[in-house]
């Protein structure tokens, strides 16, 4: 039998500022990423190789990522994400789940964030207009949250993009494609770029 452990994730989201243009939400950090108290700091995980193909940065996401795992040095990551104005954030404030294994199905049981930790979010970001949940997981339970969510109407939904309006304010959510090493391979990641790339010049 897998063993299996309780997972905390942050209820921050990082960076903390308030001009934050785009939200990308997960589901829950992967043991390392916990262990390296940062997002998407697994050595299987891509999105920072993402962000650096979309922003032609070369690999400067990618040396800050590894600036904060080796140096414990977070300006280079949050000034660069600042200056992209993006923001990270999760669905699940703790899961139980399978230990050392950070796929979305190996999650049991999730403890999903509330519908005022967003508003937070959406109200300290004025010029907030987007959403981009990295995972199918993600994308419905985030929907799921809104749903729950008094002060949010559904306009439109579908499998891959929804329409939120939030006090008169047009939130655009979209379903991505996961970085994860399982899903970004030589075969796939250009694929997988195009299409974060897309979203993001929405």
């Known amino acids: 039998m897998k063993e299996i452990i309780?997972?905390?994730?942050?209820?921050?989201?990082?960076?903390?500022?308030?001009?934050?243009?785009?939200l990308i939400v997960g589901t829950i950090p992967s043991d390392e990423g916990i262990k390296?108290?940062?997002?998407?700091?697994?050595?299987k995980n891509h999105?920072?190789?993402?962000?650096?193909?979309?922003?032609?940065?070369?690999?400067?996401?990618?040396n800050a990522k590894h600036a904060k795992i080796n140096n414990n040095d977070d300006k280079c990551l949050e000034d660069l994400l600042k200056k992209y104005k993006i923001m990270f954030n999760d669905v699940y404030s703790s899961?139980?789940?399978?230990?050392?294994?950070?796929?979305?199905?190996?999650?049991i049981n999730g403890n999903l964030k509330e519908a005022n930790d967003f508003y937070?979010?959406?109200?300290?970001?004025?010029?907030?207009?987007?959403?981009i949940c990295n995972s199918k997981l993600a994308y419905k339970e985030f929907i799921k949250i809104m749903q729950s969510a008094e002060l949010v109407?559904?306009?439109?939904?579908?499998?891959?993009?929804?329409?939120?309006?939030?006090?008169?304010?047009k939130?655009?959510?979209?379903?991505?494609?996961?970085?994860?090493?399982?899903?970004?391979?030589?075969?796939?990641?250009?694929k997988?770029?195009?299409?974060?790339?897309?979203?993001?010049?929405?």
């Open 6 to 22: 309780n997972s905390h994730g942050w209820e921050n989201s990082f960076p903390q500022y308030n001009k934050a243009q785009i």
């Open 153 to 169: 109407k559904i306009m439109q939904q579908d499998e891959q993009k929804s329409l939120l309006d939030y006090g008169n304010r």
């Open 171 to 190: 939130i655009k959510v979209y379903r991505a494609q996961s970085p994860s090493g399982r899903n970004y391979r030589a075969d796939t990641k250009d």
């Open 95 to 107: 899961v139980d789940k399978h230990v050392n294994n950070s796929s979305d199905s190996q999650i």
């Open 120 to 131: 937070r979010i959406f109200d300290e970001n004025k010029a907030m207009g987007k959403v």
């Open 192 to 202: 997988i770029n195009q299409e974060w790339k897309k979203i993001i010049n929405k």
């Open 36 to 43: 390296n108290k940062f997002y998407y700091s697994s050595k």
């Open 47 to 62: 999105m920072y190789e993402i962000l650096d193909y979309i922003f032609a940065t070369g690999k400067q996401f990618h």
